[in-house]
């Protein structure tokens, strides 16, 4: 009996020539995207060659001198590493726990709802917030949390708290925090509720005919239904932990409150913008960069051995 032969693989590029020839119009809708992070994401790493540079804007990036790890060693063993890092990680950690969980309780909630009037009603409040710039957002929160904000005067009548919100440095990060899920929730709930939409139908059948209440056909059939897409969406939160936008703490905090309110983000833009220390604050944000590939890579490897779901 003949041995059958095996048919020899096709060249790597033979096979994209073919692809190409086939989904050509794909690659021609995915070339603008590619132009995009070429211009925008990856020419410009070009410039963290200054974070090992005494960068001197006259004479260069190529023409400034080698210093190695200096600014590093010196951002780590200064009094600023503790507080922006310790800070960094209190309010990217408290909105993880309690801002991650935000969307999925309210998708779970507005898929329950029968009437799709007051459905789109809910749906269309809880998205505007999203649409409001930063800028916005942070004079409503200066507005309603100073000395004689409406917010303040609830606080301060139920709390016993005396004096502004904004300007307490204890007050700092449940502001933040409370304002960032008010912002996000209702725009992040809608890829659960894609995720609800998906699931079969029949499951929920079969779970009341098993006698299941509203709350166990939505621990059994729901929660299990979402868990691939939540698990995806945990993981890239995670890899962005470090990576608290500057935008909305750099507009609400004072120097008052930098004990709890200075950031990484907020410190780089000080350094890099107002003092002009280009190679410090490059330093400092390619550090940030890596303990987010770090935290990423990390949660990614946990998931799949956990449950099998990962990004890659």
């Given at each position: 009996m003949k041995s059958s032969r095996k048919k020899k693989a096709e060249p790597l590029s033979q096979r994209l020539k073919t692809d190409f020839q086939k989904n050509w119009l794909l690659y021609v809708m995915l070339l603008p995207v590619l132009i995009y992070l070429i211009i925008f994401c990856y020419a410009p790493m070009y410039g963290v060659i200054i974070a090992f540079k005494n960068f001197k804007p006259r004479l260069g990036i190529l023409g400034s001198d080698w210093v190695g790890l200096k600014y590093f060693?010196?951002?780590?063993?200064?009094?600023?590493?503790?507080?922006?890092?310790?800070?960094?990680?209190?309010?990217?950690?408290?909105?993880?726990?309690?801002?991650?969980?935000?969307?999925?309780?309210?998708?779970?909630?507005?898929?329950?709802?029968?009437?799709?009037?007051?459905?789109?009603?809910?749906?269309?409040?809880?998205?505007?917030?999203?649409?409001?710039?930063?800028?916005?957002?942070?004079?409503?929160?200066l507005v309603f949390t100073n000395s004689d904000g409406f917010i303040t005067q609830i606080v301060n009548s139920l709390t016993g708290h005396q004096g502004s919100l904004i300007a307490d440095p204890h007050c700092f990060r449940a502001i933040y925090i409370i304002s960032d899920i008010w912002q996000s929730f209702g725009w992040g709930s809608i890829v659960y509720l894609a995720a609800i939409t998906g699931i079969n139908p029949q499951l929920y059948e079969a779970a009341r005919i098993d006698g299941a209440n509203k709350l166990k056909q939505i621990w059994h059939v729901t929660l299990p239904g979402m868990l691939p897409i939540i698990v995806i969406m945990f993981i890239m939160a995670v890899g962005g932990l470090m990576n608290i936008g500057w935008e909305k703490a750099f507009l609400i905090q004072s120097p008052v409150t930098y004990e709890t309110s200075d950031i990484i983000s907020t410190f780089v833009y000080r350094k890099g913008f107002e003092e002009m220390n280009y190679s410090y604050s490059t330093a400092v944000g390619l550090f940030n960069s890596v303990i987010n590939l770090i935290l990423l890579t990390g949660a990614n490897k946990l998931s799949q051995k956990i449950n099998g779901n990962s990004l890659w």
């Open positions: 060693k010196e951002f780590v063993g200064s009094v600023f590493f503790g507080r922006t890092l310790k800070n960094t990680l209190m309010i990217s950690g408290l909105n993880l726990l309690f801002g991650f969980s935000a969307p999925i309780i309210f998708a779970i909630l507005l898929n329950e709802v029968v009437n799709m009037r007051f459905k789109k009603v809910v749906q269309t409040i809880t998205y505007l917030p999203h649409f409001i710039t930063t800028v916005v957002i942070a004079s409503l929160i």
